[in-house]
């Protein structure tokens, strides 16, 4: 079993920048993909971003160039750094770690932009 605990959010105007972070309660070392998903009121989950073990990342179009990835196995953590917000940007941010065998999911984060 694995906890995910996600830190760094918050309300922030427009054109602002904030940082989160998922630490995993255990080593993180053989979860192939690590992703950041969001989901804003009445709409569906989404994938923002994700990382792979060895590094390739991949991001939702509307968030190319504003948004990175990063991951750091010796301190079992994932983050995403995001630049330039949008008020479109306000949601709940999850984590989400997988392997082969096993998914996990953190809490959420609320992210609100205000315009």
């Known amino acids: 079993q694995v906890q995910l605990v996600e830190s760094g959010g918050g309300l922030v105007q427009a054109g602002g920048s904030l940082r989160l972070s998922c630490a995993a309660s255990r080593s993180i070392f053989g979860f192939n993909v690590m992703s950041w998903y969001r989901q804003a009121p009445g709409k569906q989950r989404e994938l923002v971003a994700d990382i792979t073990s060895g590094g390739k990342t991949n991001y939702t179009d509307s968030v190319k160039g504003r948004f990175t990835i990063s991951r750091d196995n010796a301190k079992n953590t994932v983050y995403l750094q995001m630049n330039s917000l949008k008020p479109e940007d306000t949601a709940v941010y999850y984590c989400?770690?997988?392997?082969?065998?096993?998914?996990?999911w953190g809490q959420g984060t609320q992210v609100t932009v205000s315009s």
């Open positions: 989400n770690i997988r392997s082969i065998l096993n998914e996990y």
